[in-house]
């Protein structure tokens, strides 16, 4: 956990200097889910997308977060959102099966495009009651 303290830290920091960079209120949203810090998370990386409306990997992990602490309305509208910016990022989303996974087994992944498409399909196969096929 030390690495993303000192991770969540510097970008807090490098925020101070420069406010207006989307990709770095999406690392410190990261930072803040890799350590469960949910509601820090989901600010984070509201401002990242209130910088930059097309960043889809701060949709993602919005979405991530929203799920966590049991909005789930909030996750389906940025599942949404992120299905219109990037159909492929989005793919894994519609072929919904009905199985539980725990939030660890997704939290615990890097911050990268690769392991956020990964781990979409375990994401989003822990919503039970929204049908995603009429969406």
Not at 8 to 25: F, N, Y
Not at 65 to 79: F, M, P, W
Request: net charge neutral; charged share 20%; aromatic share 10%.
């Amino acid at each position: 956990m030390l690495p993303f303290v000192q991770a969540a830290e510097a970008l807090k920091q490098a925020i101070r200097i420069s406010p207006g960079t989307a990709e770095v209120h999406f690392a410190l949203g990261s930072a803040y889910c890799a350590l469960s810090r949910w509601a820090q998370a989901i600010e984070a990386y509201k401002q990242a997308t209130r910088l930059r409306p097309d960043l889809s990997g701060a949709h993602f992990g919005l979405g991530l977060c929203y799920l966590i602490v049991g909005e789930k309305d909030s996750a389906l509208k940025e599942y949404r959102i992120l299905k219109d910016l990037d159909k492929d990022f989005a793919t894994p989303y519609v072929a919904l099966s009905t199985n539980r996974v725990g939030h660890h087994e997704v939290v615990g992944m890097r911050p990268s495009e690769h392991s956020h498409r990964q781990s979409s399909t375990l994401l989003y196969k822990s919503i039970l009651d929204f049908d995603f096929q009429t969406t």
